[in-house]
């Protein structure tokens, strides 16, 4: 079982994510670490204590950063993809288990120094926490086994502007902090997982199975998938962005990697928060990130939809 560590600011593709995560027997899920994005960290906590409640998993919930390193530019609010409460508006109760009284990146540390060459961390939100962890360990980047980035977009448009994707626009210092940093990365951006999309039929088999999680994550999926309706119309379901990162995770055969060198857009004014991949034939430098360009979407979807609920 590979040692993971998911980074969410759940969101209802980090809750999908986060089941995927809990239920697929090839990987441990050290601890799910929270940001803000989607929603604030605080909502982003409640949410997956939530979920991992309907999951009946113990896993540790460890709270993170609460804005971006050095600038805020968005709301941490996305509801009219996520909803009023960042789970499509099912939350109704709240759930009675506790976050870690630990500091996200400081979890992150911990775990990786524990473990030398074996972790695995998912960033499926802002990219602050793992940055704020390298700067104060830089040792991590030589002891972790890769770290797998569901954001950017480097051969196709952004989503939440022209140019730029949401996870690296809430945080692109963040994120080129840690491109910059020598860790090892696989990217997983809109290049992929917006080809990984999820229609209303498989979601009516989890609403059939009858049981709290199958509703719960039916409900918000339902609605995931609305917003998505208005936004691409026609689109026929909704990307799944976040349990594809975990999907990489587990089986990087899932997708085709290319290597390249790709630093985020900081003071671009149409395109901050792009990420810029150097696509020539001769690059300037070497490659820093194994770069997401082509997706199995049938076999990911297969395996997500056979473990998820
Ligand atoms: C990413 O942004 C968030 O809204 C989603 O949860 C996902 O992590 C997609 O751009
Ligand atoms: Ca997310």
């Not at 805020?72 to 993809?81: C, D, E, G, L």
């Amino acid at each position: 079982m590979k040692p993971i560590i998911l980074d969410v600011d759940t969101g209802i593709d980090d809750a999908l994510a986060i089941s995927y995560a809990v239920n697929a027997p090839e990987v441990e899920l050290l601890g799910v670490t929270t940001c803000f994005g989607n929603v604030t960290v605080q909502e982003a906590t409640r949410n997956t204590l939530l979920v991992l409640e309907h999951l009946d998993s113990s896993v540790p919930v460890i709270p993170g950063a609460a804005k971006p390193l050095f600038v805020s530019r968005v709301k941490a609010s996305a509801t009219h993809i996520h909803g009023e409460d960042g789970i499509g508006n099912t939350l109704t109760n709240m759930s009675t288990r506790e976050a870690s009284k630990q500091y996200a990146p400081q979890f992150i540390i911990d775990q990786v120094r524990s473990k030398p060459h074996q972790v695995t961390i998912i960033t499926v939100a802002a990219m602050t926490n793992l940055a704020l962890a390298i700067m104060q360990a830089p040792d991590i980047v030589g002891i972790v086994d890769k770290v797998v980035v569901m954001g950017g977009a480097v051969t196709r448009a952004g989503n939440v502007t022209p140019h730029a994707e949401a996870n690296i626009y809430a945080d692109p210092e963040a994120a080129d902090y840690v491109f910059a940093s020598g860790i090892p990365i696989t990217l997983v951006g809109l290049d992929v997982t917006m080809e990984t999309l999820l229609p209303k039929k498989d979601v009516q088999v989890w609403r059939d199975k009858q049981t709290a999680l199958g509703t719960l994550l039916a409900d918000m999926t339902d609605f995931y998938i609305d917003a998505y309706e208005d936004f691409y119309p026609g689109i026929g379901g909704c990307g799944l962005h976040d349990p594809l990162a975990v999907g990489v995770a587990i089986n990087p055969d899932f997708v085709k990697t290319k290597p390249l060198y790709v630093r985020v857009d900081l003071d671009g004014f149409h395109s901050l928060g792009r990420t810029v991949g150097d696509l020539r034939s001769k690059p300037a430098h070497e490659p820093n990130m194994d770069v997401c360009l082509e997706v199995d979407a049938e076999r990911f979807l297969e395996h997500f939809l056979s473990k998820v609920v």
